[in-house]
């Protein structure tokens, strides 16, 4: 992250810009064994199971290797209309990345109509148009700074960054 500040008369512009890269490997080992289904409670205590659901290969805990990249830059302008009361305006864009796997471990169902998974390179596609207006004010009340009221408003967008999908990454064929 870099940010540059720039003051000529009554203007205080800022400038910046942030890049982060959000690497999180994850061990699933739920279910490691499987889950069985008893039609009767006769059929589980002769260990004769109706079901199983389990990930390939049995036993084998699965490593889920998500990567993804988020760019932001910005430009404020506080502006002293008196000596006392500033105004701030400001704009922010940030673009993340699509979320990928690193082992291209990755699959989505295409449709609501689809009958199964398919590999795919992302589980989805994030826009990049998060345009954020920000607006605010500095008020000191005295002249003497000991007092300021401050007020700020803006356009924010949570970003969905790797721990908050890694329940779709166990889709079929590799969860």
Known sequence: ????????????????????RFIYNQESSANLLGTYTFATFT???????SNLQAA???GVPFTHHFRQWLFGVYA????????????????????PTDP??????????????????????????????????RIGLAWQVTGSGKTVVRAGAGIYHDQLLPWSYQSVSKNPPFG
């Open 56 to 58: 390939s290969p049995l």
């Open 100 to 133: 990928t796997d690193a082992q291209e471990q990755s699959s989505i169902l295409p449709s609501l109509a689809a009958t199964s998974t398919v590999v795919w390179p992302n589980f989805f596609t994030i826009r990049k148009n998060n345009f954020e207006p």
């Open 43 to 49: 059929d589980f205590l002769e260990g004769i199971p």
């Open 1 to 20: 992250a870099d940010d540059f500040s720039y003051v000529t008369g009554k203007h205080s512009f800022k400038f910046g810009g942030d890049i982060q």
């Open 76 to 95: 404020q302008d506080g502006y002293a209309v008196i000596p006392r009361l500033t105004l701030n305006f400001g704009l922010r864009w940030e673009a």
